[in-house]
């Protein structure tokens, strides 16, 4: 949320700081709590260089991060899948002769295979879903 607001404040040339909340504790212990002082504590600290900043990488930076948080959680739902097939597998006692079940032979093998109704929804589903690799 806070992005945006800073991102658009930077674009103006408008010099800005990001207060870690966590380390300005004195407003959050205040016993009277209003936006206007809030802002007016904040701005005190402030003065008398108080306020512990937080880091605020480049928006390209920060673009690579989420684009390598988003590859990482496509891998964990691979794997999940993965292990989902491997469970069936166990399941049904069926071995595989095969050193990548979830290759292009390992699928069809996979597809052939005699399972209930419902555990072949799902791992038709699993094996279409991990296999792209």
Do not use: Q
């Amino acid at each position: 949320m806070w992005i945006r607001i800073h991102d658009t404040l930077e674009e103006n040339v408008i010099d800005t700081m990001l207060a870690n909340p966590n380390k300005t504790k004195i407003i959050a212990e205040a016993k009277i709590k209003s936006d206007k002082l809030d802002a007016r504590i904040l701005a005190d600290l402030l003065r008398a260089d108080l306020v512990y900043e937080s880091y605020v990488p480049t928006k390209e930076f920060r673009e690579n991060r989420s684009l390598v948080r988003y590859r990482i959680s496509l891998v964990r739902n691979r794997t999940m899948h993965e292990n989902k097939v491997h469970s069936f597998l166990d399941k049904y006692d069926y071995k595989s002769e095969l050193t990548d079940v979830f290759g292009k032979s390992g699928i069809i093998w996979v597809k052939t295979l005699d399972v209930s109704n419902i555990d072949r929804l799902i791992m038709n589903t699993t094996c279409r879903i991990s296999t792209c690799r």
